[in-house]
C-alpha cells in the first residue's frame, strides 16, 4: 500500500476567515433580531386590552457594536400600568404573562 499524501494550499486565509466571521455574525444578528421581534408580537398578543395603549406600547430596540456584531436588545413597554397587568390585574391575561412569553419563546429562563 503506497502512502497518499494530500496538500492543500489556502490563500488569503485572513480575508477568508474574516469572510466566516462576518457571515456568522450576520446569521446571530438575524436569529436574534428574529426571536425579539416573535417576542414583542406575541406579548402584543396576550397584553390586555381595555383602550390599547398598553398593547400599542411594546417597542424593540438593538444595539451593534461598531463592526455589527449584536450586543443588546431590549423589550420596552413604558406605559404605566403594564406592571400592573402583568400581575394579573386583569381577566384576560394570566399573572406573570410577560414571563411566560419570554419563557416560552426561549429568551428568559425560569428559575
Not at 406579548?43 to 424593540?60: C, F, H, N, S
Not at 443588546?72 to 402583568?86: A, P
Amino acid at each position: 500500500m503506497a502512502n497518499s499524501l494530500v496538500s492543500l494550499e489556502v490563500i488569503n486565509i485572513k480575508q477568508e476567515m474574516r469572510r466566516i466571521e462576518n457571515e456568522v455574525v450576520g446569521l446571530a444578528n438575524k436569529d436574534m433580531l428574529t426571536k425579539m421581534t416573535y417576542a414583542t408580537n406575541q406579548l402584543r398578543i396576550v397584553t390586555p386590552v381595555d383602550k390599547g395603549e398598553a398593547r400599542a406600547g411594546w417597542k424593540q430596540s438593538v444595539r451593534l457594536s461598531m463592526r455589527g456584531k449584536f450586543l443588546s436588545g431590549t423589550i420596552l413597554n413604558d406605559v404605566e400600568h403594564i406592571s400592573i397587568l402583568n400581575r394579573g390585574h386583569s381577566k384576560q391575561a394570566p399573572a406573570y404573562f410577560i414571563e411566560q412569553v419570554l419563557s416560552t419563546i426561549g429568551l428568559i429562563t425560569p428559575i
